[in-house]
């Protein structure tokens, strides 16, 4: 048994049977959390969802990061020359709207507050914003792609993702590196992690490109939920529609908005177990 790393603050426990470990040196160095081999994976439960609403959305929209935060939902759309950051009420058309400049291309967002953070997938940058006017503050390089990000407040830290099976822990003011966890189901590597959304110390995360999206522990990596997110939309809606790539938590609900890039529709979900499903 060895922990992947030497830390100030080390924690091993049982999880669902099997033995985890945890490190996050606060000092920028990487370091690792995973399950060791040999013991038994957790049970994943299977779940689905139930549509509460159904809501427009801007079918050119390639969503990369959907958030809610002070009664508005913060959405922010890829692609060069047509990425943007906006905000709005739900199932309105955004308040308030910002372009990125080519080549920059839009990537998760998470709100701080009085700020947000907006990632680029290769370039290399993140973008500070104003949260009330969108207005660009500042930028920082980060250098990984950027693909999704949100915030565990309670844990003074934003988990990202990059494309791979980790999930990467980063200092919310600098989005220097804390440290990271591997992310498995039953064992195996979840791999493509993509948008994200954090609920306490769980972080949803869709897998791209799939109709998918996992349930994360994020002390020990392991899945304990898989989401299989039914055809939503009509075959026409479909045709012209890319991958689910949008999950937003409603606060103070159980629910969540989901949606999709160049989605017509955005839907307002709870996660229901699989009728027979677990295991
Ligand atoms: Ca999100």
Redesign the pocket.
Known sequence: MRLACVVPVAVVALVGGMLVGSCDTGDGAVDHERSMPGQTAARVERLTVRVVETLPHDPTAFTQ???MAHGMLYESTGVPGRSTIRAGRPGTPPARRAKLPPPLFGE?I?VMGPTLWQLTWQNGIAIERDARTLAELRRVPYEEEGW?V?HQRHRGRLVTTDGTSRLVFRDPRTLKKRGEVAVTAQGQPVGRLN???CVGDLVYANVWPTDRIVRIDSHSGEVTGDIAVPSLMSEAERRHADVLN???AVPGTDQFLLTGKWWPRMFRVVFVPVAGGGG
């Open positions: 990061g959907l958030e998760g998470t999704g949100c948008e994200l959304e949008g999950i937003a």
